[in-house]
Nanobody, 116 residues
Framework: QVQLVESGGGLVQPGGSLRLSCAASGFTFSSYTMSWYRQAPGKERELVASITSAAGSTNYADSVKGRFTISRDNAKKTVYLQMNLVSPDDTAVYYC?????????WGQGTQVTVSS
């Protein structure tokens, strides 16, 4: 059974930091590209960052470049999103995504709220 379980969301003040984690099980984690998406109220889901399976190449949305860092630990089957210098515009539900071998899996999401 495939599972992607996000954690680490919550309330953070503007300018603060937060680290999201996504623990994977039920598939060959190391063979999949892992991504973080987010969806704010009234907006479409958008790609935040991704990291490939092999070389670990990363890709970021322009809005988070220089502030967010995606990383993965294949031994722990976990992908992370380090969020720094957050702003209210980063408020959204953040979803973990796994893509590979013709398959695509989603987590349930974790809420991130940036507010003073």
């Amino acid at each position: 059974q495939v599972q992607l379980v996000e954690s680490g969301g919550g309330l953070v003040q503007p300018g603060g930091s937060l680290r999201l984690s996504c623990a994977a099980s039920g598939f060959t984690f190391s063979s999949y590209t892992m991504s973080w998406y987010r969806q704010a109220p009234g907006k479409e889901r958008e790609l935040v960052a991704s990291i490939t399976s092999a070389a670990g190449s990363t890709n970021y949305a322009d809005s988070v470049k220089g502030r967010f860092t995606i990383s993965r630990d294949n031994a722990k089957k976990t992908v992370y999103l380090q969020m720094n210098l957050v702003s209210p515009d980063d408020t959204a539900v953040y979803y973990c995504n796994a893509r590979g071998r013709g398959m695509r899996y989603w987590g349930q999401g974790t809420q991130v709220t940036v507010s003073s």
